[in-house]
């Protein structure tokens, strides 16, 4: 909004980057043109690949640093570069980046939310910040916009963990650890589905008492020249469902909104630990969705079974799943700090739903008994 603003007032050039971006849906485009259309700015242009001001001339620009080096190297006249996301930026961009807004009377923007101690942005901006450099951490409790259903994350969150509270909602790093469960695995980036790879298949974690209620639409696509078994390949996960408190008659409504209509038509496979949800949802519209089978091990067998894909690829929208990937972790024994077997029981919500989504084919993949078809056994997950 303060970029729109000074652009709206004086001719600018302001590049926005942030580490990947493979397109304009990957950029800060949508976002500006939102908040344009929202405050009813005057004078500004709104175009597929760029913005700007038809007073002014004001214009925006969108890279990705990664892949874009020479591009970064030839840009010439920035007043203001935004850096948003920027806690994924490399050491190697920023030694490119920086040399680049060399005009005089220019500045670096740089919005993140603080990852791990030892990324280079913490590291540059933070830990070893420049003289030139304004450092502001800001909260939730900064925001007098904060809406209930956020509070209502924060408070469960703070409630059953208060470290990844720290880390999720107060700003604090973490720790980068052997023990999270999906380590050097998965990684987001904004995509849609292709028209070969399988699915949409639709997984939901029911919660209980103030839990979350979880539910994500996953894709499996085939490397090249791999069997028809799943067991390999790439998962992407589209979108997700997390709400707090979700009572369960606007479990209806809240899948439809984000999912859509398909949904309905598509088997959902559900947490057997709430038959009498599943039930109820069936006769909402959901024909198709059952309780999953679970056999002892199964999370265990499902954790294997997701380690075996080349990458998890998380788009962006799916927030939830995102923190569960950083914070999903095995126990660390306290007096050797070795990592454990033993999962902690904790995000794992939409993890869960992934694993409910992908549970014949993890069946198939370890070769089950045929009795599993179609007994649920109440174990954990």
Same mark, same amino acid.
């Given at each position: %909004?303060?970029?729109?603003?000074?652009?709206?007032?004086?001719?600018?050039?302001?590049?926005?980057?942030?580490? *990947?971006?493979?397109?304009?849906?990957?950029?800060?485009? #949508?976002?500006? !043109?939102?908040?344009?259309?929202?405050?009813?700015?005057?004078?500004?242009?709104?175009?597929?690949? +760029?913005?700007?001001?038809?007073?002014?001339?004001?214009?925006?620009? *969108?890279?990705?640093?990664?892949?874009?080096?020479? /591009?970064?190297?030839?840009?010439?006249?920035?007043?203001?570069?935004?850096?948003?996301?920027?806690?994924?930026?490399?050491?190697?961009?920023?030694?490119?980046?920086?040399? =680049?807004? /060399?005009?005089?009377?220019?500045?670096?923007?740089?919005?993140?939310?603080?990852?791990?101690?030892? &990324?280079? =942005?913490?590291?540059? *901006?933070?830990?070893?910040?420049?003289?030139?450099?304004?450092?502001? $951490?800001?909260?939730?409790?900064?925001?007098?916009?904060?809406?209930?259903?956020?509070?209502?994350? $924060?408070?469960?969150?703070?409630?059953? &963990?208060?470290?990844?509270?720290?880390?999720?909602?107060? !700003?604090? +790093?973490? @720790?980068?650890?052997?023990?999270?469960?999906?380590?050097? #695995?998965?990684?987001?980036?904004?995509?849609?589905?292709?028209? =070969?790879?399988?699915?949409?298949?639709?997984?939901?974690?029911?919660?209980?008492?103030?839990?979350?209620?979880?539910?994500?639409?996953?894709?499996?696509?085939?490397?090249?020249?791999?069997? $028809?078994?799943? @067991?390999?390949?790439?998962?992407?996960?589209?979108?997700?469902?997390?709400?707090?408190?979700?009572?369960? @008659?606007?479990?209806?409504?809240?899948?439809? /909104?984000?999912?859509?209509?398909?949904? %309905?038509?598509?088997?959902?496979?559900?947490?057997?630990?709430?038959?009498?949800?599943?039930?109820?949802?069936?006769?909402?519209?959901?024909?198709?969705?059952?309780?999953?089978?679970?056999?002892?091990?199964?999370?265990?067998?499902?954790?294997?079974?997701?380690?075996? *894909?080349?990458?998890?690829?998380?788009?962006?929208?799916?927030?939830?799943?995102?923190?569960?990937?950083?914070?999903?972790?095995?126990?660390?024994?306290?007096? =050797?700090?070795?990592?454990?077997?033993?999962?902690?029981?904790?995000?794992?919500?939409?993890?869960?739903?992934?694993?409910?989504?992908?549970?014949? %084919?993890? /069946?198939?993949?370890?070769?089950?008994?045929?009795?599993?078809?179609?007994?649920?056994?109440?174990?954990? !997950?």
């Amino acid at each position: %909004m303060a970029l729109l603003i000074m652009g709206g007032q004086q001719k600018l050039r302001i590049l926005c980057c942030r580490e *990947f971006q493979k397109s304009i849906m990957d950029s800060v485009h #949508k976002l500006l !043109g939102d908040r344009i259309a929202t405050l009813e700015l005057p004078g500004w242009v709104v175009q597929k690949t +760029t913005i700007f001001h038809r007073i002014t001339g004001t214009e925006f620009i *969108f890279e990705g640093l990664r892949y874009n080096a020479n /591009r970064i190297k030839s840009l010439e006249g920035i007043d203001i570069c935004w850096v948003e996301e920027a806690e994924s930026v490399s050491k190697e961009s920023w030694d490119i980046l920086i040399p =680049t807004i /060399r005009k005089a009377g220019s500045e670096i923007w740089i919005s993140f939310n603080p990852d791990l101690d030892e &990324d280079p =942005t913490y590291q540059r *901006f933070v830990l070893n910040p420049p003289d030139s450099c304004h450092t502001q $951490k800001v909260g939730w409790e900064d925001n007098p916009w904060f809406p209930q259903e956020l509070r209502e994350e $924060k408070d469960y969150l703070y409630r059953v &963990d208060p470290d990844a509270a720290a880390h999720v909602w107060g !700003g604090e +790093t973490r @720790s980068s650890s052997e023990a999270q469960v999906l380590h050097g #695995k998965w990684r987001v980036e904004a995509f849609e589905p292709h028209g =070969t790879w399988n699915g949409p298949l639709y997984g939901a974690d029911y919660g209980f008492a103030q839990d979350p209620t979880a539910a994500v639409e996953v894709y499996v696509a085939k490397s090249p020249g791999e069997s $028809k078994s799943f @067991s390999r390949g790439k998962l992407y996960v589209r979108r997700e469902s997390w709400r707090v408190n979700l009572d369960i @008659s606007k479990i209806n409504e809240t899948w439809r /909104r984000v999912f859509g209509k398909y949904m %309905m038509q598509s088997p959902i496979r559900a947490d057997s630990s709430r038959p009498e949800t599943t039930a109820f949802l069936k006769k909402q519209g959901f024909r198709r969705i059952q309780s999953v089978y679970k056999w002892p091990g199964s999370v265990e067998d499902g954790i294997a079974y997701l380690r075996q *894909f080349e990458e998890i690829i998380i788009h962006p929208d799916c927030k939830h799943t995102i923190q569960e990937a950083k914070l999903y972790s095995y126990k660390v024994d306290e007096k =050797t700090m070795e990592v454990t077997t033993k999962i902690i029981d904790k995000h794992n919500h939409c993890i869960d739903a992934i694993r409910y989504a992908l549970a014949p %084919m993890i /069946r198939i993949a370890r070769r089950l008994p045929h009795k599993y078809s179609g007994t649920s056994y109440a174990t954990h !997950g």
